[in-house]
């Protein structure tokens, strides 16, 4: 049984389908940022010009962003699809693909002058690309012989498939995929200097910032400036791309903006909501206070265009991603020299962004508080308002307003969502790691105090939802996705994970059920 929904729209569908998309690349990249860290800290202490240089562990360094990191991230995304197996599978073909593009640099390195060569292309694009496709044909491929191979035979058959099968992906990666991606990787790298030649890099927040309210921030990052910023940073030892998203200062500025001048329950909750962004990384927490008050998303992007200007003209860059988004992971990444101009961008990307949304929020107080009553929720006004300043309802709004509707004012009524029995209670998000381990924590410890210990409360990526989950709780703008992963279980929308009133909700049906029994 689920929450009511009104139909998906176009425009819905869509969105989902790059938060999909976004999810995938997340599912390979985020696992193994430890690998990311670990490379950085190589880098940062035994290269050359590094804290304590070390000829010997420098070695290091080179094969294992060329080499491991790729492999280990085709290996992940081979086995969400398939796997173990698809795992294998992928990591053989993105060994082909790493092969194919060495061999093309060092035929265009032939006929370049030894001081104009061509720098290896490291294939996490690449890798990104090889292993859904060779796993998703490895499952395709099982499935024709699926309940057909005599017994006896099923290892030899299983062993000798894959092996085939990865020889043949290899080859499919060292030629026509090699190729596309050291081209892509050409055309995506040469924009970039063109933007930081023009002056123009710091645009790029008017398409980054509004992707990270939508929860499209993984497809942007993930998918394209982890893989240039890694590229960049083996080049010259930094890269200003790692800042691009992951400073925390705008998302800083706007929920100190919200702390001073917001109303109800979001003025209350954003001092928490901000330590949490600013020294946790979880930037989901202030995407619902943006969405409260859509106008605040100029603030975001004033915000995020003067952190990246400051750290254009300063030479602010990380060694290697932040992750999470913690301003401790920024200044542990942060390029040896370039502290004052990295901490620089941040507390002026959080004062641009405090002082417009301030504004913003100021101008319209009055207006908001008429608008809530004095009984009325503060999330609920702001729905009302951006759904007017809209002009229309939509299916995001929709599950906004059932995120901080309360019993009284039109929420889901608790006997429709009892008749499904809650043992396994699922916080889900986009990689599983951030905002659904805080909303899991909070929930699970009012689970704790009401004496349910036969209920369990857990967090993990949508991707990763399976029948087990028995009720599943997303932020708006994620749940029509998790309806998809399991349609089977009670879904219900939150607008903040830190602070919503459905969880009370959560408890009295886990508690009428405790009584019916």
């Known amino acids: 049984?689920?929450?009511?929904?009104?139909?998906?729209?176009?425009?819905?569908?869509?969105?989902?389908?790059?938060?999909?998309?976004?999810?995938?690349?997340?599912?390979?990249?985020?696992?193994?940022?430890?690998?990311?860290?670990?490379?950085?800290?190589?880098?940062?202490?035994?290269?050359?010009?590094?804290?304590?240089?070390?000829?010997?562990?420098?070695?290091?360094?080179?094969?294992?962003?060329?080499?491991?990191?790729?492999?280990?991230?085709?290996?992940?995304?081979?086995?969400?699809?398939?796997?173990?197996?698809?795992?294998?599978?992928?990591?053989?073909?993105?060994?082909?693909?790493?092969?194919?593009?060495?061999?093309?640099?060092?035929?265009?390195?032939?006929?370049?002058?030894?001081?104009?060569?061509?720098?290896?292309?490291?294939?996490?694009?690449?890798?990104?690309?090889?292993?859904?496709?060779?796993?998703?044909?490895?499952?395709?491929?099982?499935?024709?012989?699926?309940?057909?191979?005599?017994?006896?035979?099923?290892?030899?058959?299983?062993?000798?498939?894959?092996?085939?099968?990865?020889?043949?992906?290899?080859?499919?990666?060292?030629?026509?995929?090699?190729?596309?991606?050291?081209?892509?990787?050409?055309?995506?790298?040469?924009?970039?200097?063109?933007?930081?030649?023009?002056?123009?890099?710091?645009?790029?927040?008017?398409?980054?910032?509004?992707?990270?309210?939508?929860?499209?921030?993984?497809?942007?990052?993930?998918?394209?400036?982890?893989?240039?910023?890694?590229?960049?940073?083996?080049?010259?030892?930094?890269?200003?791309?790692?800042?691009?998203?992951?400073?925390?200062?705008?998302?800083?500025?706007?929920?100190?903006?919200?702390?001073?001048?917001?109303?109800?329950?979001?003025?209350?909750?954003?001092?928490?909501?901000?330590?949490?962004?600013?020294?946790?990384?979880?930037?989901?927490?202030?995407?619902?206070?943006a969405l409260m008050k859509p106008l605040t998303i100029l603030a975001l992007i004033a915000g995020g265009m003067t952190g990246v200007t400051t750290n254009m003209l300063l030479g602010g860059a990380l060694r290697a991603p932040a992750a999470p988004g913690s301003i401790l992971a920024v200044l542990a990444q942060t390029a040896t020299g370039a502290y004052f101009a990295v901490i620089l961008s941040v507390v002026l990307s959080a004062t641009v962004t405090f002082l417009i949304a301030g504004v913003i929020l100021r101008a319209s107080r009055k207006r908001d508080l008429a608008a809530m009553g004095a009984t009325d929720d503060a999330f609920g006004a702001a729905i009302t308002q951006t759904e007017a300043a809209k002009g229309k309802s939509s299916d995001a709004l929709s599950g906004l307003r059932g995120g901080a509707a309360t019993a009284a004012d039109g929420g889901v009524e608790p006997a429709t969502m009892t008749e499904r029995t809650i043992t396994n209670i699922v916080f889900a998000c986009d990689a599983g790691m951030g905002s659904s381990a805080m909303g899991a924590s909070v929930l699970r410890n009012k689970i704790k105090k009401a004496g349910f210990d036969d209920v369990s409360v857990t967090n993990k990526a949508i991707a990763n939802l399976d029948s087990s989950a028995d009720l599943v709780i997303t932020q708006n703008q994620l749940t029509d996705r998790a309806r998809q992963q399991t349609p089977e279980a009670i879904h219900i929308s939150v607008d903040n994970f830190m602070n919503s009133p459905r969880y009370e909700e959560v408890v009295q049906m886990v508690a009428d059920q405790h009584e019916n029994k």
Do not use: C
């Open 1 to 289: 049984m689920t929450t009511a929904s009104t139909p998906t729209s176009g425009g819905s569908t869509v969105r989902v389908g790059v938060q999909r998309f976004g999810t995938y690349l997340s599912g390979m990249i985020m696992p193994n940022i430890p690998a990311l860290i670990a490379w950085g800290i190589f880098t940062a202490f035994f290269i050359s010009d590094g804290f304590t240089p070390n000829e010997d562990l420098a070695t290091i360094v080179g094969p294992f962003i060329h080499y491991l990191l790729p492999i280990i991230i085709g290996y992940t995304g081979g086995t969400i699809v398939y796997g173990v197996r698809g795992g294998v599978v992928a990591s053989i073909a993105t060994m082909g693909a790493i092969a194919g593009s060495d061999l093309l640099i060092a035929q265009v390195n032939a006929d370049l002058p030894a001081d104009n060569q061509l720098g290896q292309v490291h294939m996490f694009i690449g890798a990104m690309i090889m292993a859904p496709l060779a796993a998703y044909t490895m499952k395709w491929l099982d499935s024709l012989w699926d309940g057909k191979i005599k017994a006896g035979f099923e290892m030899l058959v299983n062993m000798f498939s894959a092996g085939i099968w990865g020889f043949v992906m290899a080859v499919v990666g060292f030629y026509p995929i090699a190729w596309l991606v050291n081209g892509l990787m050409e055309t995506l790298s040469n924009a970039v200097n063109w933007l930081v030649e023009a002056n123009l890099l710091p645009l790029t927040s008017i398409l980054i910032e509004p992707a990270k309210v939508l929860f499209l921030n993984n497809a942007i990052n993930h998918g394209v400036l982890t893989p240039l910023g890694i590229q960049q940073a083996a080049d010259e030892g930094s890269s200003i791309l790692f800042l691009l998203e992951a400073n925390p200062g705008p998302g800083l500025g706007l929920l100190l903006a919200f702390a001073i001048f917001g109303i109800g329950a979001a003025r209350a909750s954003a001092p928490g909501a901000a330590l949490i962004q600013f020294v946790g990384g979880i930037h989901e927490v202030y995407f619902p206070y």
